[in-house]
């Protein structure tokens, strides 16, 4: 089986989602997805990490992965790379799953479990505790809110007013008041706010007992975060903004992060979010993947969580599971009773609508070029031989598929 083309979608009605197709010679079809700056991404998978998989072996991820990484890693991975690599490690391995007529999870190592408990992401000043109750009634005992992200801006997350503060306190306040325990209750911070107005929000927290606090400060410095650590007896998470096990690495093994929560269409896809997974449990600290994007990506992460062991809780937001999610893939999560149910069929478990590419706002791009793959030929301290070079400029010149 070999890679034919590769295919991007977007809609203007999602306007930072970018779905992708890797299409094989056999009829099979992988789908993948990402989110922000799609235009971006778009270009970086036609124009540089596409050409490294038309015409070879769909099966052969790792290798892909690494030929795509160093691409990048040269000039500073990150950014609009890792989204790309994100979303094709991911149709890779829905390939691979339909190929060999089994779900994701089951290529993971088998399922550890077969459901796994989501949280709701979205939580207003006002109405926070009939959300709680609303949450409840349909089987969901965690939610996360941001109360103090747009208190922020009044001194640059320098320091927070006592009044402020107070106002943040509010929404929390009503849902201990209304359920008292039975909901779990998270604190994000969009990484806006100094150590010591952490520590000050941190604490104000306590007598709530929070699921934990996520991102209250940038997330630049390790030992900095484990000084909040230190001061607060909720567990501190860190989020998407860490990518790949290099970054999230510093902060797990110095005892700073108690919950890890990479987003998986950010930090290298299904490949590097499983590693991550297995580092974070080498250290005894749970795993929690990041979601306020796309259906595939809760698809992708529910496969990882179905298989690792230190998987705590998925993230989702319920708009879009009860909106627009269910018109664009086919079939939606399986979200019942507050968990995410593992799919029994081959791959990712869904596919996108046939009727998404006749919409009158979707924009497709197609390629089905070739290049070498930069660990084709390349040593780390070997130059490229005359033979190499001579088939560089061959395949530059008809951009045909270059035979594994």
Not at 89 to 112: C, H, N, R, S, T
Request: aromatic content about 8%; proline content about 6%.
């Amino acid at each position: 089986m070999r890679i034919t083309q590769i295919e991007t979608i977007r809609t203007a009605a999602q306007p930072q989602i970018i779905w992708v197709h890797v299409h094989t010679d056999a009829g099979i079809v992988g789908l993948g997805e990402t989110f922000y700056a799609p235009t971006v991404v778009e270009a970086a998978i036609h124009d540089f990490f596409g050409p490294l998989l038309v015409g070879r072996d769909p099966a052969a991820i790792e290798r892909h992965w690494e030929a795509q990484f160093r691409l990048s890693d040269h000039a500073g991975y990150g950014g609009a790379e890792m989204r790309a690599i994100s979303a094709l490690d991911m149709a890779l391995w829905d390939i691979k799953g339909q190929a060999l007529g089994v779900p994701i999870y089951e290529l993971l190592g088998g399922a550890v479990r077969k459901r796994i408990r989501v949280y709701a992401t979205g939580f207003a000043y006002e109405g926070a505790a009939d959300l709680a109750r609303e949450l409840l009634d349909e089987g969901i005992t965690a939610m996360k809110g941001g109360p103090t992200i747009a208190l922020a801006g009044a001194t640059d997350g320098q320091s927070i007013h006592p009044m402020d503060l107070d106002r943040a306190l509010k929404p929390i306040r009503e849902i201990r008041d209304a359920v008292g325990m039975e909901m779990q209750i998270a604190n994000d911070g969009h990484g806006k706010w100094s150590l010591p107005a952490a520590i000050q929000i941190a604490r104000a927290m306590e007598p709530y007992q929070m699921m934990w606090q996520e991102d209250l400060m940038p997330l630049l410095n390790p030992d900095a975060l484990l000084r909040l650590q230190e001061a607060t007896s909720a567990p501190v998470c860190i989020s998407e903004r860490l990518l790949t096990r290099w970054q999230l690495r510093h902060f797990i093994e110095n005892g700073s992060a108690r919950i890890i929560m990479p987003d998986l269409i950010w930090t290298g896809g299904i490949s590097e979010t499983s590693k991550i997974a297995v580092l974070a449990s080498a250290h005894q600290v749970p795993f929690a993947p990041h979601d306020a994007s796309g259906p595939v990506n809760i698809f992708a992460c529910g496969h990882i969580c179905f298989s690792a062991a230190n998987a705590m809780i998925q993230e989702h937001v319920p708009s879009y599971f009860k909106g627009w999610y269910g018109e664009f893939v086919d079939p939606n999560l399986d979200i019942r009773d507050g968990y995410l149910h593992a799919p029994q069929v081959p791959g990712m478990g869904t596919r996108l609508r046939p009727e998404v590419r006749e919409r009158s706002d979707v924009a497709i791009r197609v390629s089905d070029r070739a290049e070498l793959s930069p660990i084709d030929h390349w040593g780390p301290y070997a130059a490229r031989s005359a033979a190499t070079e001579a088939e560089v400029q061959r395949l530059l010149q008809d951009r045909g598929p270059h035979p594994d």
